[in-house]
Every structure is written in C-alpha cells, then in structure tokens.
C-alpha cells in the first residue's frame, strides 16, 4: 500500500493495465463501490486492503498497489461475496485471476500460499494424486527456515495420523500421472 | 441406483474414514458405487490459484475418464472442493463450448474426451434429493436420539452453484440427520468458512475462524460435516485453538455418512469409527 510520506497517485485517469489484468478489470467493470463483498468476506478482518477497496485498485489499473495488498492471497474461496453481488460479479474468480497473474509474474501473493500451492501441484503432477504427506514434508521444507515454529503446530495432528494409519509414505494407488497435461499447458502457456 | 464414484485424494489418505462411511451406507441404501477407473487429482484450490487451464484441465481429466463407463452418468464426490472443480467443468460443458473444446484439445493428447454428460454431484445431493429423508428413515435401527448434532456445510458444496439447497441457509443435512432421530442443534455457523488450506498457509486467519465456529457449536455434543477439508480443520487443532484462547472448545467432529451409519446399525469398524481411523484428536483431549 502507498506509505504515508509518498505523494497521492492522481486518480483521473486509469493506468493500462497489463493484459491479464484487463481480464480482471473487465471482471468486475461494473463494480458499484457497494461493500457488500467486504461486509461478506469472513477473512476481511485480516486483509489490508478490504476487497471492495482491491476492486478499486483494479478499476484504476493500479497494479504495484493490487500486489502489494495480501487480500486476493487470503481469500478462501467461500464465494459469499460472489453469491451476494448486488450486481452478479464472479469476484471470487476475479480474486483466483489475482492469483494466477503474481503466480505467473512471481510478485505479491502470499510466500506460504506460493510454497503450499507448489507443493501440492508437485506431487498431483508426479502421482496423479496427491500424496497428502510428502506434500506436507515439502511444505514445511520451504516454510521451517521462515518460520522455525511452524512445523510444531502440526506435529501433534500428524502423530496422530501416523498412529491411526492415516498418513504414510506409500505413492497413492492409480497408476495415471499427469506429467504430460501439466507440460501440454506449460508449452501453451509459454507459446501466448 | 448405480453411480460413479469420483473419491478425492484426501480419502485416500487423511479421510479415509469419510471414504469408508460412504462405501458402506451407500451398500446399506441399495445404491452402486462404480469408483472411476485411473481418477486424478481435481487440482483443489491449488490449480486455480495458479493457472486457468490447468484448473479446468484437471478435473477434466477424471470426468473424461468417468464417461468411459457406460452404465452410469452421475458421479458421486464426498468432498466439497473435489465436487466444485468437477462441477465447474460440467458447468463451461453447458455453457462455455469454446472452453470446452479447447480443454479437449489438451486432453486429445492421452485419447481423452469429456462431453458434458458425466455429471457430478455432492454426497450432500445425492442423499437428500435421490434417497431422501425418508429412505435414510426406513433404514433407522439405532436412533441417534439425544445427540445433539450442529449440522455444518462449510461453503463449497453450497456455493457459487445453487444446486440441492439454499447457499446462505441450507437445511439438507437438517432434515438427514433428523431423519436418523438426532436432535439437531440450532446455530449461525452452518455455512460459514473454516479458512481451507489457511490453517497450513495462514494459521491466525484460519485459527479465528475455527474458534468462532466452535465456540458457537459448544452446547451441542458434535459437529456433522460433508467435507475432508472442514472436518480436518474443525477437529485437527482443537487443543492448540482452546489454549491459543484460554477457552476449551473441544467437540468431537463427524462425518455425515459416519452418523447416519451408526444410526442404520452399521458396524463402527465399517465407519471408520474403530480406533484405527476415527476421531484425530486424542481420545484424553476430548
């Protein structure tokens, strides 16, 4: 967000926006400035920059300020704010677009999103299903040097679950990967 | 009754117990599971957090897989954000041909096609729409009377698709577990957010969310839930939240089939309730 010795940005006239933000912008162009996604988003109250406030930064094609917000990262994918869109806006995938787009030019989103994210894509990507362990090892692997403590508050859980045979090392049953369809859409991604 | 079962990668594994309780009240109803042959990950909020076509493609990938077999359409998935990925895709089959194809190109490549026909539905669904209050009735030996449930629906088995039942006030799972002789427990949290994968990502957004949903659960004697994400979240750290806010707020937390079992007579082995694979707190912290 602008810090507080820093000139206001005129707001007259919208920046361009970058391609994929325009998808964004044209998202939610008839954003009325209503509230009602932020008065509906149960994780505002840990967000910097309310939703309602994102939509703006996104009308004005503000895009240093929208990546530097941690708010689309937070979102949880609830779709309240989608289902009560006095004017029927898909804000919940225009949050997901948010995401796609710092994932894709490796700026703002949340570094434990990213690492979770990556981890879990990994390992569908590797067995064609989700190893629900080794995704965790790799998780805390990228998180433990940032926060030493982290890997303490799942430690009781997953004893737990070794102890009642829930977790394991074992590679998941089904024998379809999906290497080829992750690279076909990299290859796609690369050749926009 | 024949469907397609579409079971999620948590039931392999954290929520086995979930993939056990509805193998066996779905044998116990007279209903077929047909498990889809060679499944995939459905890319969770994962996929769609990081590219669109890769969170279309994956859960494609298993819905192509689901129309190889010939004898059933429907599919049934347990778990609320495996069913909302494949339901978007059945969704840009309706309404977004463009999308559609070019997802089947992607997939062309490993022989596959989905063609829209190979429809996902929630267990939730399934249950109160094709057997109904009244079949689960029919079925009731053991009758959960006195156990006073708070039904909890979380978020993405009910929205943004107004499917089976009202996204801001649901009552499908009321009316299941009435059925089942459970005295049902009235309260706001039933369709609020526990956070999903924030308790790994951002454990003191997640953290707040859970406390209040279990704070407002606490004159009932459990929670029912239909999701392997809420129900990790909601019991998984009980004992850190009630010291992190000096308040005990334990309550143990079920699935729904797991209760319905019970109230049918089945084995609490067949449901995952024996020690092996039941509840993940330990037994002292309940």
Known sequence: MRRKNEAPQPCIRPEQPGPALERVRERVRTCIQCGTCTGSCPNAFAMDATPRKLWRLVLMGQTREIFETRTFALCSDCYCCTLRCPRGLALTDAMADLKQIAAAEKHGGDPACTAFYRAFLRSARQYGRVQETRLMARYLAVMTPRRPLMPFRFSGLGLQMIKKGKISLRRPAGGRTLEGLFARIESRRNGQ | ?286
């Open chain 2, 1 to 286: 009754m024949k469907y397609l079962y579409y079971p999620g990668c948590s039931l392999e594994s954290t929520a086995r117990e979930y993939d056990l309780a509805t193998r066996a009240i779905m044998h116990a109803l007279g209903a077929e599971l047909i498990e889809i042959p060679d499944w995939t990950c459905c890319g969770a909020t994962a996929a769609k957090a990081v590219d669109r076509r890769l969170a279309l493609a994956m859960p494609a990938v298993s819905l192509s897989l689901a129309e190889t077999v010939e004898s059933a359409a429907d599919v049934l998935v347990p778990c609320s954000a495996c069913y909302l990925n494949l339901k978007q895709v059945h969704e840009t089959a309706a309404t977004a041909p463009r999308t559609l194809a070019e997802i089947n190109e992607i997939l062309a490549e490993e022989s596959l096609h989905y063609s829209g026909k190979a429809r996902p539905r929630h267990i939730l669904d399934i249950l109160s729409k094709d057997i109904g209050p009244t079949g689960i009735l029919q079925q009731i030996t053991h009758s959960l009377s006195g156990l006073r449930v708070a039904p909890y629906y979380g978020c993405q088995c009910l929205r943004p698709y107004r499917v089976f039942d009202d996204p801001e006030a649901p009552t499908s799972m009321d009316a299941l577990l009435a059925a089942a002789g459970a005295d049902l427990y009235p309260w706001s949290m039933a369709a609020r957010c526990c956070g999903a994968s924030h308790m790994t990502t951002n454990a003191e957004v997640s953290k707040e969310l859970v406390f209040r949903i279990l704070k407002s659960a606490s004159g009932a004697d459990a929670i029912a839930t239909v999701c392997p994400m809420c129900q990790m979240n909601l019991e998984g750290y009980q004992g850190w939240i009630s010291s992190r806010y000096g308040e005990d707020v334990r309550i143990p937390v079920y699935y729904l089939p797991q209760l319905l079992g019970l109230a049918m007579g089945l084995p609490a082995r067949d449901l995952g309730l024996d020690a092996k694979s039941a509840r993940t707190v330990a037994p002292s912290a309940q």
